[in-house]
């Protein structure tokens, strides 16, 4: 969705290697894995802020590779996943610091614009995770009242 509106190519990275297997070198098991990715997310940290700690701080390269399901799978199966997607929330942050923005500067047509374009990002957003079950069918998005989802 972010080139949709940026007209940029891309971002240069390095790429992983194509066959996805544990390193021989790594010295968590599953469970082990699987109890600090619960344990960070009691702590109160997203899934994608948990891979970057398992991979920085605790040495595992790849968490799927490893134990053959993503964090936010593990983070379902234990029940301490959020009751909104990650990228959904991020989107709604986004639109409070927003509007907080525009109660001072009233003036700026190039956040007014940054809104209509996040606010369509949650939309669609909205009806992809309404079609494959993640969040309830009544659930439904209202600028006035994007605060108090979050809390």
């Excluded at 992983?16 to 021989?24: C, F, H, L, M, Y």
């Excluded at 209509?116 to 006035?144: C, H, P």
């Amino acid at each position: 969705m972010a080139k949709m509106y940026s007209g940029s190519k891309g971002q240069a990275k390095s790429t992983r290697p194509s066959v996805r297997k544990a390193p021989t070198w790594q010295k968590y098991n599953n469970t082990e894995i699987e109890a600090l990715i619960v344990k960070l997310a009691k702590e109160g940290k997203q899934a994608s802020q948990i891979g970057l700690l398992l991979r920085d701080v605790y040495g595992v390269p790849d968490v799927k590779a490893i134990i053959k399901k993503s964090v936010s799978a593990v983070l379902k199966e234990k029940k301490a996943a959020p009751k909104l997607p990650e990228d959904l929330t991020s989107l709604l942050r986004r639109v409070i610091s927003l509007q907080k923005h525009m109660e001072k500067n009233k003036q700026d047509m190039t956040a007014k614009r940054g809104i209509q374009l996040t606010e369509s990002k949650i939309n669609r957003l909205v009806k992809y995770y309404k079609e494959t079950g993640a969040i309830a069918d009544t659930w439904s998005y209202d600028r006035d009242s994007v605060q108090l989802l979050l809390k």
